[in-house]
């Protein structure tokens, strides 16, 4: 056998070369394009890869590595983390984001999301990645979730402003001049176009199930929803009330300066009506 002096990657190559020379066939059940839900996971891997996504985003459990940086303290300062992106967001968010990023959804980062040069095909690629990750339909059945009788508007408004006090950190539009970046949480007059209504109605009942070390306190008890929180309002029912709160996100009116962020679309949607849905649980932690 001649010594060929090979370099590490080079012997690497030879390795996976003959490795590869194998008579035994590997099951296509194994194969990563196997059925369209892991094709689709696959398919979007190697653009998340070759962008190195990673490098800033933890993406279920695995990734950002720019966390390392941040004191402890400090981590709500780093780039967010992706668990379960494609059940939390819209895929046509989602498609107008990554095509341009450079409205601020969270004004407080020092960091921003560069703007990387993604075909519609390859930016849709991405969307439905995210998408059959969290296991949720594609194309997204849009959900229109309806106005609030007058009564219950009432009421929501009431929690919201006066017993939740959600605008103390979040805004309703753009933020004024006078307010500290540092000390804001996301437009909600956003949420609309943004969010899935059911993974709001699950942040709602448990932040800190769905993205440990969130900034958003946890306002009901998901060890026992029966507790009476808020006598006031929704004759105490914890349930109603997180629902009244989805409802009135949800349907948030834009005022002049908000404009919806996607200026282009991936394939047309369908259109559905709201059916409640029960919160999801997250993957056991890798």
């Not at 059925?35 to 990673?54: E, P, S, V």
């Not at 605008?167 to 949420?191: M, W, Y």
């Not at 949800?250 to 404009?259: G, I, S």
Request: with cysteine; glycine share 4%; charged share 25%.
């Amino acid at each position: 056998m001649p010594q060929f002096d090979f370099n590490d990657t080079e012997v690497d190559l030879v390795m996976t070369f003959l490795k590869s020379r194998y008579s035994e066939k590997i099951p296509y059940s194994y194969l990563a394009d196997a059925d369209d839900r892991h094709a689709a996971i696959a398919h979007g891997d190697q653009l998340i890869d070759y962008y190195n996504c990673r490098g800033c985003h933890m993406i279920d459990f695995q990734g950002g590595a720019i966390r390392d940086i941040y004191a402890e303290d400090d981590l709500w300062k780093a780039p967010p983390l992706l668990q379960q992106e494609g059940w939390r967001v819209q895929p046509d968010w989602m498609f107008g984001f990554l095509h341009d990023p450079s409205s601020k959804l969270r004004p407080w980062l020092d960091v921003r999301m560069p703007t990387f040069p993604l075909t519609d095909a390859k930016a849709t690629t991405v969307v439905q990645s995210f998408s059959a990750r969290a296991n949720v339909p594609y194309p997204y059945i849009s959900a229109k979730v309806p106005d609030l009788p007058p009564k219950e508007l009432t009421e929501a408004k009431a929690m919201v402003y006066d017993q939740l006090k959600c605008f103390k950190c979040h805004t309703a539009g753009a933020p004024s001049a006078d307010q500290d970046p540092a000390s804001l949480a996301p437009n909600l007059e956003l949420a609309k176009r943004r969010l899935r209504p059911d993974w709001v109605e699950a942040w709602l009942r448990n932040p800190q199930a769905l993205q440990e070390g969130t900034r958003m306190p946890n306002f009901f008890t998901p060890e026992n929803f029966s507790t009476v929180m808020y006598p006031k309002y929704f004759g105490g029912s914890q349930e109603r009330q997180i629902q009244a709160l989805r409802d009135f996100v949800m349907t948030l009116p834009d005022t002049p300066a908000t404009k919806p962020q996607a200026t282009a679309k991936p394939p047309p949607k369908k259109k559905a009506a709201l059916t409640p849905a029960k919160p999801r649980s997250l993957e056991a932690k890798r």
